[in-house]
Structures are given as structure tokens and as C-alpha cells.
């Protein structure tokens, strides 16, 4: 029988990965010789900030030497079709500031490599620095570089037919402009697709059109089915959280420079400005649906629990054009996404590309997507989605071949390896997902988080464990003598290993904090993937100079809040009451919104808030009888329901005094909640919300 530690070390590549970390230090070992602390570097954007180490350049130079650079086809192809470069290389938003600030990438084309950057890396933001109009065919016109993804106008019978609007107002409205000067002929806007829920294919919809114009022209606003609700149950329960890992993901506390944010991968980064949503009128909800937009024959491929929950992939057969919405782009994508999200189904996501490469990729002569650049010639589009559907069916068989032979979720990242020709496949690199976390998913999406090790199971928080493993390893000093040695050694996450414990048991420790944030900055600088770099330069950062995101003011726009279903509203507000307080508290309101038809029993019984819809309790304490618009003015914190009430908009009848009680119970989310330990300044104030004010954050774009 093969035990599990038979297997791990009968794995290529892995027997060192596991192997027990060399020498012990012993008390009379040359600790005292222990080298000198890296000095800051010049020029660096933080004060604190290091040189990459000798370890760390050799790293990066391996890549160089093994990495398939002589293949450039995707500089070929990024290039192909350019109109107009953009000549504004900064996009003002509507609050006076700057939306997209195009100058602060110039440095990637400045040099040939960076010791701070990885060269695949550097590579992928030198083809996203790409910055202006492009012909995909002729027909087919494609702005890149305004925001994190694309805008694209197809030709219709009386108008242009836009997939993808990016993130916001101010950018897509500029994307317009600059269509219009070269090629849009005057001709208006005649449908629009939303390819999927992410928010950075919708939420610049208000650049381009208003809820009139879609009325009054009838414009086709199209999207896969599961659009609405999805486009905002994504973000609202977990959205405080969500939005804090975002700083983590994409490295928001970094200056964009060699040593800090260098590109987002999936595009340079996200605009800054105004989100908006006109919810669609015409929903795909057949898993394939061919009609015609505006004079223009399209095929509908719905893609559901791909790279969103809701995603569909369309043909235009006239042109032989393939749009793969963003289940295929430049690269290997997120199964889990940092920022936290339900795991995606990579099987799934496989199958659904396998279906497109045999419906439509056969006789394909153009693929183009919501990132990156089109792909063209039907033998290059075959290739690029046969890779892509074996990407993610390999993700998704090799994790599962090695965990059903014992291997956990905690060694999976060190035995998944992608198969060498993908490998030395541009386009299957990690500038999204990366092989590491994505393997952890796909054993998360199966088995969860538990590796059946029952000391695991339970385990004592980082705080609780901490105290003792820093008195068990001899306490900091020793800690700090030995961190140094494996940081000059290049052996970081052994370093970070141990500092971890020290930092968490005492926050206060100035030097293992600094110390820990020097390796992770080395950890950071050698990774390939965007997010992987990014958390741990913002890591450091924090170690640093402590947490000092300014607090986001709440972009929930009124789009939002207005296509919040009522009972995902209610949802969310159980989720903001303090269970603590409401124990003990008990009732049940009648919520009606006459305009709508809705009803809804609200109950608070067991600390628990709940609402079920469609029904009424015989019995209630109170019935609140408001239209679903006002409804909304409360939502976004415009007017409270107090005042609803004093002026009659809103009846009711019982007892008032619930309201009151249930309001007192509602907790305001900080988005800078502590991380790391003592980090936090202790003087931020939250801001307060209305107590039924809906506050979902900002919508995570991906
Ligand atoms: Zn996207």
C-alpha cells in the first residue's frame, strides 16, 4: 500500500518542497554572526523599502532563461488593427479628480527588464500598457486600456452594438468619444450586451446611454440569464470583507512603480469614477439562443458558474467572430478569486470552452474577449481554446487524481504542476489565478477547508497559538536571530513562518514586524501573478506604515441600490445586526410594498433575523406598509423611514416601537478592519450609516 508520505516524496519536484527545513539552530551555533540588516533603498516608494535580494534576482532570472520569450505572437496580435492611439493620457472624472491616468505606466517601456519585477509579469503589463481604438475585423472595433477590461462596438443595421461598457461612466463615455472621431460615423448606439455580473462590464453603461434613450429607441439591452441579481448578490453580503482583501489583491495602498503595483494582469487597473447600471430587457435563458440584434445574427452560448455565476459567450456567424466573453483571455484565470468569492467550477468552465471550440471555433476566424486582444486565423482561435479547455480540466482532474490519494488542501500548491507544454503556453500563465491558489481551490470546491487532520480541526486562533510557539522557539530574540539568517539564506517563507508567530504575539515588536515585511517584499517581488505580488508588497506596507486606507466613500450608487432585490436587502440587513444584543428580543412584522405586489413575514426570534416572501403572519406586532421606490430612499440612505412614517409615505399599524428596536441593533461595517496585528490606528472613526441604509460598498470588478 502506498501511504500518503510515499506518494509526496515519489512526486517529482515535491521531495524538497516537503523536506524538513535544514539545519537546527543549537544554542552554541554562530547566531551571534548573524548578517546586517538590508538597508532601504534609494528611490524605493516607501521609506522602508528594500533592494530585491541576489535570491530574489536569481529567481527572476531563472524565469527569464526558462520562460518561452522567443514566442511573441501575442505582441504581434496586441498590436494588429490600431486606429487611433488615445493622445489624452489622462481621463478626468465627473468629482473632479482623475479617472484613468494612463502616464503612470510609461516606465514598463522604459527599460527591457526590472530586478524588482518578474519578467512574465513585465511582459504581460508591457502588452496591457496597449492604449487606444483597434480594428478586431472590419466591423468589429475594440477601445483597450481606458480601465481593467474592454469596450466593443459591432456594426448593426442602424447603429453600433456595444459588448462591455468597463467600470465607468467617465471612461466609457471617453471610449465613445474616441470610437466616434475615427469610425463610429455619428450612428448611435443600437443594443448592448453585458457579456456577465462582473462590474467591470456594466458599470459604465451611463457614459454611453440613459434609462431614456434605452425607452425611447428601443434600445436591446441584452444579458445572460441570472444577470440582475447575480450583478449585485455577488457583492452585498461578504462586501465589506471583499472590499478589504480588494487592497490586498490589487496592492491599493502601492505606488504604481518597479517596486510596488506594476499592472492588474487582467488589464492595468480600475477607473475611478461614477457606477452606474440600466438593468437589461432582454435575457438569453435558453443554454443556447440565436435571434438577431439589430439586423445582426448572433448566437447566445449561456455559460452559468464559469468566471461568473452569470456569463454567455456569443458567435457572430457573418463575421466568423467569436466573442469568449472572459472565459478565455491571455491567460490563466481565477478558480478562487483573492478578494473571496464562491470557488468556480473549472470543469465546468472547461466543458463550456470544449463547447465553443466544436460549435462555433471550427469555422471561427476571429476570437475576441472582454480582456486582452483578439486572437485571429482559425487554426490560431483552435489552439487558444483547445489550451484553455485543458487548463482548466487539468486544474480541475490533477488536484482531484492527488486528493483522492491523500494530498490536502495545505500541500496541494507545492504537488500541482501544469503540464509542461502549458507551461510554456503564454496564454495559460497565471496574471490572474495562479497554479498555487487555484490547486487549493479546486480541493476547497470539493473536500473544504478541513485536511482531515483532526489537530486542525479545531485549532487555536493565531493569537491563542502564537504566545506559545514564541516561548517554545526561546523567545524574539532568538526568533529575530534566526528570521535574519533564513532571509539572508533566500529561504523567505521559513522566515515568514516564524515571524508570523512573533508578530502575532506581540503586535507591539517593531523589528520582527519590519523584518517580516522585508521578506515578504522579496516574496512578493518574485511572484508572476498580480494578486500573489500584490498581497504581499500591501502585507508589507501595512507592517510598515500601518493601515492607512482612507475609508471608500460608499459608491453604492442609486442604479444599485434600485436593483437590489427587496429580499436580499432584508438579508443583508440581518447580516449587519449584532446578534450579541438581540438575544432575548422578540418579533414579527408584515413588510407589504404595494407597488411591486411584494410581502414578506420579518421575524427576530433566537438572536436571529429571518424573512421568508409571499407570506403574512396572522399575528404580527407591526405591519409596515411602504412602496418598494420609497423603500429605496431609505435603502440608499436618502431619507430615513422615521421621516417616511412622520409624513404618511409609509403606514403602520401595531407596534411601532420594533422598528426602533431593530434599528438599535444595526452595526456599521468598517472596510479597514485590522489584518495584521497593530496596525490599525486607534483613532479612525467609522462612519455611520442610517440604520436601514443598504451599504454594500464598492462592486469588486474581475
Ligand atoms: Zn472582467
Request: proline residues 6%; glycine residues 8%; hydrophobic residues 40%.
Amino acid at each position: 500500500m502506498t501511504t500518503r508520505r510515499d506518494l509526496l516524496h515519489s512526486l517529482p519536484a515535491t521531495g524538497a518542497a516537503f523536506a524538513v527545513a535544514g539545519h537546527l539552530l543549537l544554542e552554541d551555533s554562530p547566531a551571534a554572526a548573524q548578517p546586517a540588516p538590508a538597508q532601504p533603498l534609494a528611490g524605493h516608494f516607501h521609506p522602508l523599502g528594500k533592494a530585491p535580494s541576489r535570491h530574489t534576482i536569481a529567481a527572476l532570472e531563472e524565469a527569464r532563461r526558462t520562460l518561452p520569450f522567443t514566442d511573441t505572437r501575442d505582441f504581434e496580435e496586441n498590436r494588429r488593427g490600431l486606429i487611433a492611439a488615445m493622445p489624452d493620457r489622462q481621463i478626468a472624472n465627473d468629482a473632479g479628480g482623475i479617472a484613468w491616468d494612463m502616464d503612470r505606466f510609461n516606465f514598463l517601456d522604459q527599460r527591457e527588464s526590472f530586478d524588482s519585477i518578474h519578467p512574465s509579469l513585465h511582459r504581460i503589463a508591457r502588452l496591457n500598457n496597449n492604449y487606444g481604438l483597434y480594428e478586431v475585423v472590419p466591423g468589429i472595433y475594440q477601445v483597450r486600456g481606458f480601465d481593467l477590461a474592454n469596450i466593443t462596438f459591432v456594426q448593426g443595421r442602424t447603429g453600433w452594438i456595444v459588448f462591455d461598457v468597463m467600470i465607468t461612466t467617465e471612461v466609457a463615455r471617453a471610449a465613445w468619444r474616441l470610437f466616434q472621431q475615427h469610425r463610429g460615423q455619428g450612428l448611435p448606439i443600437s443594443a448592448v450586451v453585458y457579456s456577465h455580473n462582473h462590474v467591470d462590464h456594466w458599470g459604465g453603461i451611463r457614459g454611453l446611454l440613459t434609462e431614456e434613450e434605452v425607452r425611447a429607441r428601443n434600445v436591446a439591452v441584452i444579458a445572460p440569464a441570472g444577470f440582475m441579481r447575480n450583478a449585485i448578490e455577488e457583492n452585498v453580503y461578504a462586501g465589506n470583507a471583499m472590499n478589504r482583501r480588494l487592497a490586498y489583491q490589487y496592492g491599493q495602498l502601492l505606488t504604481v512603480s518597479p517596486h510596488g503595483f506594476v499592472s492588474q494582469g487582467l488589464g492595468q487597473g480600475v477607473s475611478n469614477g461614477v457606477v452606474g447600471l440600466i438593468g437589461p430587457n432582454r435575457i438569453v435563458e435558453r443554454d443556447i439562443e440565436a435571434f438577431e440584434v439589430d439586423g445582426v445574427p448572433m448566437v447566445f452560448q449561456n455559460t452559468p458558474n464559469t468566471e461568473a455565476p452569470s456569463e454567455m459567450n456569443t458567435y457572430i456567424p457573418g463575421l466568423k467572430a467569436l466573442w469568449m466573453a472572459e472565459n478565455v483571455t491571455a491567460t490563466l484565470h481565477n478558480i478562487y478569486t483573492l478578494r473571496g468569492a464562491p470557488v468556480r467550477d473549472a470543469l465546468r468552465w472547461s466543458k463550456y470552452i470544449g463547447e465553443a471550440l466544436y460549435r462555433f471555433g471550427t469555422e471561427a476566424e476571429v476570437m475576441f474577449a472582454s480582456h486582452h486582444w483578439p486572437r485571429w486565423g482559425n487554426q490560431r482561435v483552435q489552439e487558444v481554446l483547445r489550451a484553455q479547455r485543458d487548463l482548466y480540466a487539468n486544474m480541475n482532474n490533477q488536484v482531484l487524481h492527488y486528493a483522492n490519494q491523500g494530498v490536502t488542501i495545505n500541500q496541494m500548491h507545492k504537488v500541482y504542476r501544469m503540464p509542461e507544454q502549458l507551461q510554456q503556453t503564454w496564454y495559460a500563465r497565471g496574471y490572474h489565478g495562479s497554479p498555487e491558489h487555484n490547486a487549493r481551490a479546486v480541493v476547497q470546491r470539493f473536500l473544504g477547508f478541513w485536511d482531515c487532520n483532526p489537530a486542525t480541526l479545531i485549532p487555536l486562533t493565531p493569537e491563542e497559538a502564537a504566545p506559545l510557539y514564541v516561548e517554545m522557539m526561546g523567545g524574539p530574540e532568538r526568533i529575530i536571530a534566526r528570521a535574519r539568517t533564513l532571509h539572508e539564506e533566500g529561504r523567505y517563507q521559513h522566515a515568514s513562518e516564524i515571524l508570523n508567530r512573533l508578530v502575532f504575539a506581540e503586535p507591539g515588536n517593531r523589528p520582527a514586524r519590519e523584518l517580516l515585511a522585508d521578506v515578504w517584499e522579496q516574496i512578493g517581488y518574485q511572484q508572476e501573478n498580480p494578486g500573489l505580488r500584490n498581497s504581499f508588497l500591501n502585507g508589507a506596507y501595512e507592517l510598515r506604515s500601518g493601515l492607512s486606507l482612507a475609508e471608500g466613500t460608499s459608491s453604492t450608487t442609486p442604479d444599485v441600490i434600485r436593483a437590489m432585490p427587496t429580499e436580499l436587502f432584508l438579508n443583508f440587513l440581518a447580516i449587519r445586526m449584532d446578534p450579541r444584543r438581540a438575544e432575548g428580543m422578540r418579533f414579527t412584522i408584515n413588510l407589504v410594498t404595494p407597488d411591486n405586489g411584494e410581502r414578506f413575514i420579518v421575524e427576530l426570534a433566537n438572536g436571529t433575523l429571518t424573512n421568508i416572501q409571499g407570506f403574512q403572519a396572522a399575528r404580527a406586532d407591526l405591519t409596515l406598509t411602504i412602496n418598494r421606490a420609497n423603500l429605496e430612499q431609505v435603502m440608499a440612505g436618502q431619507k430615513t423611514l422615521e421621516a417616511q412614517i412622520a409624513d404618511g409615505t409609509a403606514r403602520v399599524e401595531g407596534d411601532v416601537t420594533v422598528l426602533t428596536q431593530l434599528a438599535s441593533l444595526m452595526v456599521d461595517f468598517d472596510p479597514r478592519f485590522e489584518v495584521l496585528p497593530g496596525t490599525r490606528p486607534a483613532d479612525q472613526q467609522v462612519a455611520r450609516a442610517e440604520a436601514y441604509q443598504a451599504v454594500p460598498r464598492a462592486m469588486v470588478p474581475e
